[in-house]
């Protein structure tokens, strides 16, 4: 019979050689799904031809089956299907939601509005009514753009692989963000964009997609997975090809601001074991408002493991002081 010590000595043995084995699991497991050549199976792969012009033309210069055929070298199907998602007011002028304003859909399509908000979970009516180039304030505190003014210069920084995973995302949302990015971005930081299609299922998002980014002044590659993959899955296997220093996760549906990048890579250039994210501010799923989040709350997450917004800890608002511009540890 083993006495009391003994039997906690035999138990604590049995618990740590078991941790032991699951971690062994949990490496082997790892090491495959980083594996370039199990990555890349199942994928197809399209880069964009070498481009010396800027993003596409407002199409509401000439008309849509023209400026279709002529800004993208299509076959006539895509072609069509291009000036059908092209004639909407987010390739007009753009009136709407300037500065990052909200719109209000008008009273006769409400209906249609809540139809269509079961697409996506947010309002893609009022997407659609809103520039996919539309402008937004620079939102920095004064702190913020002084702290930006003096830190060292951005050349010589490490370039970023900008990964953004998507499924059946809306379209005017999803260029948007491409837009976004590019417009806000120095293109000296930004090595590529890469994204990746959890097997959508929406004809819109494979060749008029195709043909769209083609147009970029930076590298755009786009993967179609031939399998569901997830979140997670989908994003190792841009990982996995992307060519950056640094690599940076992006939703489908974002826009960013000004002087958003090189805060994010001076601090993984000063100590690459960071993993650093921005201050996330909010659109509007129903008027898509911009609106600005507060510097004093962080993500988290609870013993459940859901993600939660908390207040910053007293002790790291003491740490900062009275500079709101210092990063939160």
Not at 285 to 313: C, I, K, M, Q
């Amino acid at each position: 019979m083993l006495s009391v010590g003994g039997g906690r000595s035999a138990v604590c043995r049995a618990v740590i050689a078991t941790s032991i084995v699951w971690l062994l699991i949990d490496v082997v497991i790892l090491f495959y799904y980083l594996d370039p050549s199990i990555l890349t199976r199942g994928q197809r792969r399209i880069d964009p031809e070498p481009l010396a012009a800027g993003p596409p033309e407002n199409p509401h210069q000439k008309s849509y089956e023209s400026h279709a055929q002529q800004v993208f070298p299509v076959d006539k199907e895509t072609a069509d299907q291009l000036r059908k998602l092209m004639n909407t007011q987010a390739f007009g002028p753009g009136y709407h939601g300037q500065g990052g304003t909200g719109v209000t859909v008008p009273e006769e399509q409400k209906s249609i509005k809540e139809k269509r908000f079961l697409e996506n979970q947010f309002n893609v009516v009022a997407s659609e009514m809103i520039s996919v180039n539309r402008t937004l304030p620079d939102y920095r505190s004064e702190a913020c753009r002084t702290a930006a003014g003096n830190e060292k210069t951005t050349v010589g920084l490490p370039t970023t692989s900008i990964i953004i995973v998507f499924h059946n995302e809306a379209w005017t949302t999803l260029l948007r963000t491409l837009h976004s990015v590019i417009n806000r971005s120095p293109r000296h930081l930004l090595e590529e964009i890469i994204m990746i299609d959890d097997k959508s299922d929406r004809d819109y998002l494979v060749k008029p997609l195709d043909a769209y980014i083609k147009k970029f002044p930076i590298p755009v590659h786009l993967v179609h997975l031939e399998e569901r993959s997830g979140l997670i899955r989908a994003r190792l296997t841009g990982s996995g090809m992307a060519k950056g220093k640094i690599l940076l996760f992006l939703d489908a549906h974002v826009e960013v601001t000004d002087g958003w990048l090189e805060p994010l890579v001076h601090r993984v250039a000063d100590d690459r074991k960071r993993v650093v994210a921005p201050i996330i501010d909010v659109i509007s799923d129903d008027t898509f408002e911009y609106v600005t989040a507060s510097e004093t709350t962080w993500g988290g997450f609870n013993w459940h493991l859901n993600f939660r917004w908390y207040a910053v800890p007293k002790r790291e608002l003491n740490r900062r002081g009275s500079d709101r511009s210092m990063p939160i540890q």
